[in-house]
């Protein structure tokens, strides 16, 4: 799904994809690993400036749905996410895909980010995916007081390990141009 020139809903294929890419070590080098958490670089091609980042985290007190529900409510991230200024939803593609907006702070003196993305999402069982890739938007162009990011692929997989445990795993590749 990266290096694309049209807007596109992912299907089975994409999100089998990134499971894999999520699941993968091959072609990733771990550089932290404490305390439940592991965190992976991808080896890229020099030419490639933009690596991908792997974070995998165990949550042994939350079950998979509550994780998701968490991750999916642009509402309540407005509570736990200080880091959001603003987030929304521009609109429903599919019953499980829609496009939003998502501002953030960044610390001084950066400025701060926004992105338009393109979200699907895929419940499966205990487990789940988020995942987005940015679009453009002729109602969202990008702000003056704002530095229009890129995402080109990021998400989440979360997999339930128990009634109330899960493991999440977050990947990104962002270009946060500047």
Same mark, same amino acid.
């Given at each position: 799904m990266s290096g694309r020139d049209s807007v596109q809903i992912p299907d089975d294929r994409d999100f089998g994809a990134f499971r894999a890419q999520c699941e993968s070590e091959r072609g990733w080098s771990l550089t932290y690993s404490k305390g439940g958490v592991a965190v992976w670089v991808q080896l890229l091609e020099p030419e490639r400036a933009l690596h991908k980042i792997k974070c995998r985290m165990e949550c042994r007190d939350? $079950?998979?749905?509550?994780?998701?529900?968490? !991750?999916?409510d642009i509402e309540y991230r407005k509570k736990w996410d200080t880091n959001v200024i603003e987030t929304?939803? %521009?609109?429903?593609?599919?019953?499980?895909?829609?496009? #939003?907006?998502?501002?953030?702070?960044? $610390?001084? $003196? !950066?400025?701060?980010?926004?992105?338009?993305?393109?979200?699907s999402w895929l419940p499966m069982g205990s487990d789940y995916i988020i995942m987005n890739y940015s679009v453009k938007h002729p109602k969202y162009p990008p702000r003056k007081d704002m530095v229009r990011?890129?995402? %080109?692929?990021? #998400?989440?997989?979360i997999e339930g390990t128990g009634a109330k445990s899960c493991t999440i795993t977050y990947l990104a590749q962002v270009d946060p141009k500047g």
């Open positions: 939350v $079950p998979a749905e509550t994780l998701y529900d968490v !991750l999916h929304f939803d %521009i609109g429903r593609l599919t019953a499980n895909s829609d496009v #939003g907006y998502y501002a953030w702070r960044c $610390p001084k $003196p !950066l400025k701060n980010r926004d992105v338009v993305t393109l979200r990011a890129v995402s %080109i692929q990021t #998400g989440y997989l």
